[in-house]
């Protein structure tokens, strides 16, 4: 199981996890030229790595805290994913489930 990685996002207070605006000629120019009308296109924030994830929510909490919000209620949450497979992936998910319990006994 030692393809697998872990994932991070956070959380929003309303259960939503966030996400950036999109790196697109559109979402340039609007924030070049200011505010249009429509809004920026979105993409969900995956983080590989807990140290920028963690960054991303402090920077988010330090600019709340400047508007007078001292608790922003976000929270880190995190997903294991399992990496690609050519082979039948419920055949390969049992096949870890059945080592990860079997090391659980081990612990």
Do not use: H
């Amino acid at each position: 199981m030692s393809d697998f990685v872990i994932q991070y996002a956070i959380r929003l207070p309303n259960g939503a996890l966030y996400c950036r605006p999109k790196a697109s000629a559109y979402n340039t120019m609007a924030y070049m030229f200011g505010a249009t009308a429509r809004e920026p296109q979105r993409e969900l924030a995956v983080f590989d790595d807990r140290a920028d994830v963690e960054k991303l929510l402090n920077d988010m909490r330090e600019m709340a805290a400047e508007v007078g919000v001292d608790n922003l209620g976000c929270c880190i949450v995190q997903r294991l994913c399992s990496p690609f497979t050519s082979d039948d992936p419920g055949d390969e998910f049992a096949a870890a489930v059945i080592e990860w319990v079997a090391r659980q006994g081990n612990s």
